[in-house]
């Protein structure tokens, strides 16, 4: 099954927005969708794009990056070959309180990666009836810009507005908190 997301590269952003990035901020946008939440982040990471990438594909740090993921395993490898790139087979639970309830839920990935360039997530089965999140890192001034896609459908019936107020409010705290960890190793 192919998922499209919305492609981040070749970011335009005002002389407003780069400031913001340069001071830490995180970038927001969403995107409608049918069913669920498409919410786009973007963020500056002062690391060349290269140790970027190592420390995002080292997948069990994940449960550092994204305080509600509680467990993050690789599963499978398969390595890259000549006519097809690096994939993982990951999974991952996360536990959730969100008002009046919390939840859990499980997801298994297929992770594609394009070296340096960009990491796919495509859902293959769990606790949603759609998922998929691109991660891509371009060069950016010394450092890296990092932009994470997400589109999730949970499982349980959720308006789509508080699954993406949920996301808009969360996404931004997370990837600050993954910059930090990142930055600290």
Same mark, same amino acid.
């Given at each position: 099954?192919?998922?499209?997301?919305?492609?981040?590269?070749?970011?335009?952003? *005002?002389?407003?927005?780069?400031?913001?990035?340069?001071?830490?901020?995180?970038?927001? *946008?969403?995107?409608?969708?049918?069913?669920?939440?498409?919410?786009?982040? *973007?963020?500056?990471?002062?690391?060349?794009?290269? /140790?970027?990438?190592?420390?995002?594909?080292?997948?069990?740090?994940?449960?550092?990056?994204?305080?509600?993921?509680? /467990?993050?395993?690789?599963?499978?490898?398969?390595?890259?070959?000549?006519?097809? !790139?690096?994939?993982?087979?990951?999974? /991952?639970?996360?536990?959730?309180?969100?008002?009046?309830?919390?939840?859990?839920?499980?997801?298994?990935?297929?992770?594609?990666?394009?070296?340096?360039?960009?990491? /796919?997530?495509?859902?293959?089965?769990?606790?949603?009836?759609?998922?998929?999140?691109?991660?891509?890192?371009?060069?950016?001034?010394?450092?890296?810009?990092?932009?994470?896609?997400?589109?999730?459908? !949970?499982?349980? !019936?959720?308006?789509?507005?508080?699954?993406?107020?949920?996301?808009?409010?969360?996404? !931004?705290?997370?990837?600050?908190?993954?910059?930090?960890?990142?930055?600290?190793?």
């Amino acid at each position: 099954m192919t998922v499209s997301m919305p492609s981040p590269t070749a970011l335009r952003v *005002t002389q407003q927005e780069e400031r913001s990035l340069m001071n830490g901020d995180v970038l927001i *946008t969403t995107t409608t969708v049918e069913s669920g939440a498409a919410v786009t982040a *973007t963020m500056y990471v002062p690391m060349e794009r290269q /140790q970027t990438w190592q420390q995002l594909t080292d997948y069990s740090k994940w449960v550092h990056y994204f305080p509600d993921i509680v /467990q993050s395993q690789v599963l499978d490898v398969k390595r890259r070959t000549k006519t097809h !790139p690096a994939t993982r087979r990951l999974y /991952q639970v996360a536990r959730k309180a969100f008002m009046m309830f919390s939840a859990q839920v499980e997801i298994y990935l297929q992770v594609i990666e394009t070296l340096h360039q960009k990491i /796919q997530f495509r859902f293959e089965q769990g606790t949603f009836s759609d998922f998929a999140a691109d991660l891509t890192l371009e060069d950016y001034g010394q450092g890296t810009l990092l932009t994470y896609s997400v589109k999730a459908t !949970p499982l349980i !019936p959720v308006p789509r507005f508080l699954i993406e107020q949920a996301i808009r409010h969360d996404l !931004p705290g997370n990837m600050k908190t993954m910059r930090n960890v990142m930055c600290a190793a």
